[in-house]
């Protein structure tokens, strides 16, 4: 599949996002920051598997089909996939616990602001990784 609109709606949708942890961060809300940063990445990842026609299953994760296609996309871009792929690792970790935390863990005491700062910094460089291989337009009004 090869949906072109769909990947410059989601790297358009990344890069609002990104615009919205700032307020979280603002807002002291590091759980917020920590789960949309996670959404921030997977967003601008899928964005590049879908530009340059590469499948993917419905997961938050897509750092094995990087490794997996490395091929697929330009060669400016290779080298980065390994590091973009670590941080969709990591974050996909962080999805649930950050929003939904568990028996023995609440969010909002768990996270802090140095975890929140970590977030925007890595999903900060992968939209802008990717975002100069993903010729952007903005969806029309709806």
Not at 7 to 23: C, G, H, N, P, Q
Not at 113 to 128: G, K, L, N, Y
Request: charged residues 30%.
């Amino acid at each position: 599949m090869q949906n072109r609109s769909l990947a410059k709606d989601y790297m358009f949708r990344s890069k609002i996002r990104l615009k919205i942890v700032e307020i979280f961060l603002q807002e002291k809300s590091y759980a917020d920051v920590v789960r949309e940063a996670q959404e921030i990445v997977e967003l601008a990842l899928k964005s590049l598997l879908l530009e340059y026609g590469v499948l993917f299953p419905r997961t938050y994760d897509v750092s094995n089909i990087l490794r997996e296609e490395k091929t697929a996309f330009p060669p400016e871009i290779q080298s980065q996939l390994e590091r973009m792929g670590e941080i969709s690792k990591k974050m996909r970790r962080d999805r649930e616990l950050a929003f939904y935390g568990s028996e023995d863990l609440t969010p909002s005491e768990f996270y802090d602001q140095q975890d929140a700062v970590q977030a925007i910094a890595e999903a900060q460089e992968v939209v802008h990784g990717v975002a100069p291989f993903i010729p952007l337009a903005k969806p029309e009004a709806r």
